[in-house]
């Protein structure tokens, strides 16, 4: 992966970049796989529609956008701010709040649908975590022991997990009583993600490792030895592996054959020593999209290893990767305020 | 190909300590409302009558954990990692980054979470531990309460607010009582917190010379004191240090003594090198750097200054003494 030449190949014929400047914090596609919004640290957001070379700029908060997710509706998307506002983001770039916290930032949002009548969004402001129906009706707010750091929906929409300090809480939406399920573990749990049969939570900590809860029979999962913190974690489509951020390779725990407690993570794309600070895994297959301190992006085959660079380094560590829905185009995002879309459909 | 962004400078952050009622509040409106053409992020703990302008005001509730990394006393402020995250997002970059504690808050936490997370020790560097006390209240404050001693023993810079409700004699006497505790810090005369901005922030303070240069050295007896009292002691090397010993003593000394050690400095002449080596500690966690070279001309001589409990000045001064180049 030295040679700078080849590995830009892809993003210089496949891609359209943009230089946003700003710190580009996160890009998600609309569910409907049609445009895809890079949320920046200036407060604007970025809109990429495909089939169109222009970027559509517009101001949605005053301050940082500190998050972004799809809308669950089929476009749009749902934005968090240090300026403490919640909101929705029409297709063209169009805030409405949905809520506001004062001077509390909006520090995580999310976001689901069946695809049918039930359509959700969520935020995360300070200790507490509110979900909102289509109509912008706030349907419950869950208060935490301190500050929330990271939230997810399960994949039915039935439950929202939260990680704070000393572990996680998963609460079921629609229940009228107002006790999570504790997922207890003694320290600071800084980012979350649950496994696609919705059976597994699994945890950042700023200690530099990550640990997992598997509900059905309260087994603990511990996965260690990471140089840095892990900023991103993301399952493949089936579960089968977690792919995380926090080495100088993308580390993927085994959740198969009995995995990952005892089992050793596969490690990919490693070796130069260099920090991969974002990974994210396709929607459809087991490849996972992985970005790098020095910039670098490659598209790793989990099961034969293989690695395709996407963007060679030099344009500022990697923050954010995106998959559209059908998982034909991947988004990328560097913290100098590089953006670009990368076709990767069959030409 | 699209440049690399520039790597960012270190952002200077200033802790702002001081027990209940000693003007804190007062103070930071001051230096807020001085028109200092800077621009700063605030983290306060509850939102108060600040008059801002220019500043971001980010209101946060202190949230202390334990790091389960075998160092008994490291408790660190999660909330300030996370906010150091994500002002370090924003496009307007700050001057400065000012953090007020409670009154009632321990230092350690917040000084120590600028050893322990990546990001925060890349982005921004701990410029001062700034404590404003009372001179009025000050003698009823360090019986009633162990947080009130130990944010004299953290300081950089001491605030003596309130000077105008003492007499000239009382207020020799709770100098004298600061100068017990922390030897080393610079203490500022103030009415209503009428100190300016430019003796506060960017003080480099964890730059240290300047603070160990001007560090009043009394003369101290050897003797050992057997007490919980807080007290500082410095030492003086005139022999280049070695470094791996110097690294072999400290690490020792912090792991048996660190809860006992509050705050550890030094500015180190290293053998071999032209640089002046800047080191310091909270408790256990320790850090260290070359700073800028020694000066033409300049004497070269180690220093290291000690706070805290139960510190036993001879056998501080041989440990040190002994890791000079034989």
Redesign the interface.
Known sequence: MSETVSA?QVLQTRGK?R?L???V?KAAFDRAGRACAFA???GTIAIKRHGDDDWHRTTAHE????DLAADAAPNGWITGG?DGRFYRISPDGVAALIAPFG???V?HVASFTDGARTQLVACSA??RLCVYNAKDDELKVFEHP??V?GIVFDPKGKRVAASH??GASVWFIASRSDTPRKLEW???H?GIAMSPDGDCVVTSM??NSLHGWRLSDNQHMRMTGYP??TQALSFTKGGKWLASSGADSVVLWPFFAGGPMGKPPTELAGGDGINCTYVTCHPKDDLVAAGFAD?LVVIADIASGRILPVA?P???PISTLAWSPDGSHLAIGT????AAVVDLSKK | ?????APPSQIPVTVLTGYLGAGKTTLLNRILSENHGRKYAVVINE?GELGVDND????T?E?V?????GCICCT?R??L??IVG???????KFDGIIIETTGLANPAPVAQTFF????VKEKTRLDAIVTVVDAKHLPQRLIDSSEAEEQIAFADVIVLNKVDLVTPEELASVEEQIRKINKYAKIHHATKGNVSITELLDQGAFDLNRVLVHAPDFLTSDEHEHNDEIRSMSFEAEQPIDAERFNAWMGALLAEKGGDMLRTKGILSYEGDDRRFAFQAVHMMADGDFIGPWKEGEKRVSRIVFIGRNLNRPQLRRGFESCQVA
């Not at chain 1, 301050?63 to 500190?66: E, F, Q, R």
């Not at chain 1, 913290?335 to 590089?338: H, Y």
């Open positions: 830009d970049t230089d400047e700003a710190f914090v920046l640290g200036d301050g940082a956008i500190l240090d001077m509390r930032w520090e300070g200790k301190s500050t750091t300090y000393d003694k320290g600071s800084i700023q200690e840095s913190k910039g060679g030099g344009r500022g913290e100098g305020g590089f | 190909m699209a440049e690399a962004a939102f971001l005001v980010v209101d509730d949230e954990f334990e790091m389960n990394n660190v999660g909330d990692i996370r994500g002002l370090m997002k924003r496009r307007d322990v997370d990546d990001t």
